[in-house]
Structure formats: C-alpha cells, structure tokens
C-alpha cells in the first residue's frame, strides 16, 4: 500500500499538473470504484483544483464550490498521469498502448490514470460536498511530523497494542502501514510484538525519533528520484530498505538474517539480534505446524 512517503511524491507531482486546471471530463472502466453517488462525479466537470493533499492514505483534490474527490489506492492502487501534449495512448498500437485502468481523470494538461494490480478492485473514488463530509472518511490519525512526542505517546499509549499494530492503525497515526512500520521499529530497535503500555518513555521517545527519521529520509529519497517527472516506481519494497521484504538477507547493522512473521495477508520483517535480543518471533502458522522444532533464538537457528 502506498503509504506518506509514496503518497507525498504523488500529491507533489499532481499539484505541479493539475492545480488551477479545470477537470474536463472523466471514465470509469469499472462503476464500483465510484463508493458515492451524490454529488455525481459528473459535478466536477469543468471545475477547476484548487489543492491536492493527502489526507492520510488518501489523496484529496479540492474543487471549487466546497466540491472534494477522494481517491484511495489501498494495497495495489498507482497512478500514471499521460501529458496533454504527449502522443495519444489510443493512436498506439494494442501492444503498446497505455492501460485504461480503473478510472481516467481529464484535466487541460493531461490525463489522471487509476490502475489497479489483481482482481479484488479496493480502490475507490468518492466525491464529498465540504469539509465535515470530508472530515467523516477520513480515520483521524495525528501526522507525526507534525506532533510533539507527548502527543506522539499518549496516541501510542491510548490502548494496549503491539508496536506493530499501533504504528499502522489510521486512527492513530495517519500514512504508516506494513513496510515503513517495519523499517522504523529496526531503526528503534525495538520488537514489532513489544506491547506500547510496557514501553518505557526512552523507548517512546526512540521510537518517535525513528518515526519521524525514516519517515523524513524516504520522503526525501523518493522526491530526488522523481525528478520533474511523474513517479513511476511506487512500490513497498525496495533494496535500499533495511528490513522489509529482505527475508534472509543480512541486516544492514548486524549482519543476521532478517526474519518474519506472516498473518493473513501481511508480513512483518524484522532483525532478531537488533530488535528481539536474539530471540526469534514465533510465526502463527510454521511455528504451530513445528512445534517443539521452532527455534527459539538466532544462534539455534544458526545451529540448523
């Protein structure tokens, strides 16, 4: 899913596109992306952006008369953005022609594309008439660029969750999810199972650092690769990344094995020796599975 850094670069690149234009005219390749139906997406046409922002995970193009389009990419959603004045994707050939994707957004300087990995179409599009409408689709998470490390604890603390859990809750922290999560619990060397009440305000305030660090640092480093360009490389995984999706590749601290934990759809990375003091996170399904033949540490692990 894209998450603040991506997103970030996103909202930059359409700001410079399609702020002070008018939207044209719009396609929908599949209705059940539009999660609204009134105001009509009809009612921007014509109208023209007065901002992007990102709300969140989601993407807010504001229109004149207190008119809203919300768009959210959820796990597999990205955006292209064809030039105006770039050839025409239909006059290509069907090899080569651009995707229609889910959604096609005309503006005066080129056209907004919605495309969606896979078949489980969870990207969305909702048109909202003000702010209090707006406000109501949105969870309400603090940004953490943006807080003190008192308000920073107490979202932390409001409940008793696992770091990992509460880092991607967007009704406590807005534009974390499953892979900067990961990258900042390795720089706060601190386990992704560790309960935030039985953290001690060092660790709290380590952990907001390495929040606000790795959030900084990736913003920082997707906008030096985007250039003037739009982005086109929007992924969660990335080689750069110290531990997520780099299952038994070494740690860039330590050297150990980066290990996992995997539930339902998701997987947490993480470093044993610079995060569990050695110890090895049981794994709900393998560890079941093995029983008395899970490892419990990295040196045993090591010994196999």
């Known amino acids: 899913m894209p998450e603040l850094p991506d997103l970030t670069v996103y909202v930059e690149a359409l700001r410079a596109r399609v702020v002070g234009r008018r939207l ?12 609204s139906y009134a105001p009509p997406l009809s009612a921007l046409h014509g109208l023209h952006v007065l901002d992007v922002r990102r709300l969140g995970k989601r993407i807010a193009f504001e229109f004149e008369g207190g008119l809203w389009l919300l768009m959210h990419l959820m796990i597999a959603g990205r955006l292209q953005f064809l030039d105006a004045q770039g050839p025409d994707p239909a006059a290509a050939s069907p090899r080569k022609r651009a995707p229609t994707g889910l959604a096609r957004l005309s503006f005066e ?23 209090d409408e707006l406000a109501r689709h949105v969870p309400g998470g ?4 943006e807080s003190s490390l008192e308000r920073f604890a107490t979202e932390l603390t409001r409940e008793n969750h696992t770091l990992k859990r509460a880092l991607t809750d967007p009704r406590l922290f807005a534009g974390i999810g499953n892979a900067y999560s990961d990258e900042i619990l390795h720089r706060a060397r601190l386990s992704p199972l560790a309960l935030t009440r039985g953290l001690d305000p060092a660790s709290i305030a380590r952990l907001y650092g390495a929040t606000r660090e790795v959030l900084v640092e990736w913003t920082e480093r997707l906008v030096r690769e985007a ?15 110290a531990v997520h999706g780099r ?4 740690c860039p601290v330590c050297g150990t094995q980066v290990q996992r934990i995997r539930y339902a759809e998701n997987e947490t990375n993480y470093c044993p020796r610079c995060q569990t003091q050695g110890r090895l996170l049981a794994d709900r399904s393998l560890s079941r599975l093995l029983k008395a033949d899970w490892p419990r540490s990295i040196e045993e692990l090591e010994e196999r």
């Open 227 to 241: 250039g003037s360009g739009f982005p086109r490389k929007v992924t969660a995984f990335r080689p750069e990344m």
């Open 247 to 250: 299952y038994r590749l070494p």
């Open 142 to 145: 603090i940004e953490v660029l």
């Open 109 to 131: 300087t080129g056209t907004l594309v919605l495309t969606e990995a896979g078949t489980k179409r969870r990207a969305s599009l909702r048109v909202v008439q003000g702010r």
């Open 24 to 35: 044209l005219s719009t396609q929908l390749a599949h209705p059940f992306v539009l999660r």
